[in-house]
């Protein structure tokens, strides 16, 4: 199993691939943006995509599922209670910038499910905080962690349903309790670790739970 990280759009979201190499079928997770360049990479690079993976309901995270789900008829997976913030241009932030994206996910899930895909069990973290409905996904090593935690970073509580002491329990108690080495694919940035997420973050380490 391969994962490919492309950066998307205006806000230069991170949109994550996981790849089955020996039948081409992927895993999007949170395509943000640039839907129809997505597309175009897909039938360049021979890649079947079977089902989106969304962390949370934002514009930057949601912007090209519309245009997946037209051209490839995959079902939407995402955090069940993130329904409201999907669905309400407002409360996803794409009214705001008069764009008014409604998403209707297929499957609503929630903490400890599982998506299996080839070889591969992706589990459900229930992650609230920067979104009530933000959830992360666990792949053997790897967490994807949407807009929770970056480097050196989380996201931001000032939106919709944002939360400080909620997304730092999330990040506390839901993901720096897996091991050091575990590699973490965040919604925006660069790559990390939990390992050197707990030692160097400075939300973190100032954070009294």
């Given at each position: ?31 943000g ?15 079947i ?12 995270h ?17 955090g ?30 929630k ?8 070889d ?51 990040i ?38």
């Open positions: 199993m391969k994962i490919k990280q492309l950066t998307l759009g205006d806000f230069q979201a991170n949109c994550f691939l996981i790849i089955d190499e020996s039948s081409k079928e992927i895993i999007v997770i949170d395509p943006a640039q839907g129809e360049n997505l597309i175009d990479l897909f039938k360049i690079e021979g890649y995509p079977k089902m989106i993976l969304l962390t949370h309901g934002h514009i930057d949601i912007g090209g599922v519309e245009a997946l789900i037209k051209e490839y008829a995959i079902p939407v997976y995402a069940e209670k993130e329904r409201k913030l999907l669905e309400n241009p407002m409360l996803n932030l794409s009214g705001m910038m008069g764009l008014g994206i409604s998403i209707q996910a297929d499957v609503f899930l903490e400890f499910d599982e998506i299996k895909f080839h591969a069990t992706i589990r459900v973290i229930e992650t609230p905080g920067h979104t009530k409905g933000g959830i992360s996904y666990l792949m053997h090593d790897v967490i994807f962690t949407g807009d929770t935690l970056f480097q050196g970073s989380i996201g931001r509580t000032d939106f919709p349903t944002g939360d400080f002491d909620e997304i730092m329990r999330s506390i108690h839901k993901i720096l309790v897996y091991p050091d080495e575990y590699i973490i694919c965040p919604g925006h940035g660069f790559q990390t670790t939990v390992g050197e997420e707990k030692r160097k973050n400075p939300f973190v380490l100032s954070y009294e739970d």
